[in-house]
């Protein structure tokens, strides 16, 4: 089946610094989503991407859809203590998965105040 | 409230038994999943469902069971509870197949 591979595992960060991560794939998708998941509680959507090359923002976060529909990155710019928490990608290739997504296994980002 | 809603929150249970997570959404969302949550896996697909009675295997199927005779609800059975059954599960639902999946808050299950 299709995997994703997300980078990285974890992240230890000072408050303010911004943050990187990414999600590979062999295979091509339709659709990216990132969420993030607060201890305790369900992941919950950030961004959805649904054209390749696509660029949007949801306040200090912008994710990008890759050109070649494999991959997909999220950046976190100034980050402050309440983005701790595990971020997830998720592909979505519709018709032939019936709307199925397929998860990263996260990355936990740590914020030092 | 209008939401999804798992209960119980948590839940222990011994190796052998039967134990059913319930899953209800105010929505009338089309699509319900079950993912489990397990350190070093991220959220793996369980089972999953289009609508009311239309239900397939996810990844991860054997050892549990899932119905849906009405659009809202979407339990699930573990039949023989083992203890690498032992997780976090999850259930969601979407409105349409290329949209977000709201998730509920997570049942904790302790197989001992």
């Known amino acids: 089946g299709q995997q994703l591979n997300q980078s990285p595992q974890s992240m230890f960060i000072q408050e303010g610094e911004d943050v990187s991560m990414n999600c590979t794939s062999s295979s091509i998708f339709n659709t990216w989503l990132w969420y993030k998941q607060d201890p305790g509680e369900g992941p919950v959507l950030l961004i959805a991407?649904?054209?390749?090359?696509e660029l949007t923002s949801n306040g200090r976060l912008t994710a990008q859809f890759g050109i070649t529909r494999k991959d997909s990155f999220l950046n976190i710019s100034a980050s402050i203590p309440s983005d701790v928490g595990i971020y997830f990608c998720a592909g979505l290739l519709l018709n032939t998965n019936a709307g199925k997504s397929t998860f990263g296994d996260g990355t936990t980002l740590t914020v030092k105040p | 409230d209008a939401g999804i809603t798992q209960s119980p929150r948590y839940k222990i249970t011994e190796t052998g038994r039967q134990v059913t997570l319930m899953c209800h959404q105010t929505w009338s969302h089309s699509y319900m999943f079950w993912y489990r949550q397990d350190l070093g896996h991220g959220l793996r697909l369980i089972y999953y469902?289009?609508?009311?009675?239309?239900?397939d295997k996810g990844e991860v199927p054997d050892g549990y069971v899932v119905s849906r005779s009405k659009t809202e609800n979407f339990p699930l059975t573990l039949e023989s509870a083992t203890r690498s059954q032992t997780s976090v599960y999850f259930c969601?639902?979407?409105?349409?197949?290329?949209?977000?999946?709201?998730f509920g808050q997570g049942t904790r299950l302790t197989v001992v």
């Open positions: 469902s289009a609508a009311a009675d239309i239900t």
């Open positions: 969601a639902s979407s409105e349409w197949t290329d949209t977000e999946a709201f």
């Open positions: 991407l649904y054209k390749a090359g």
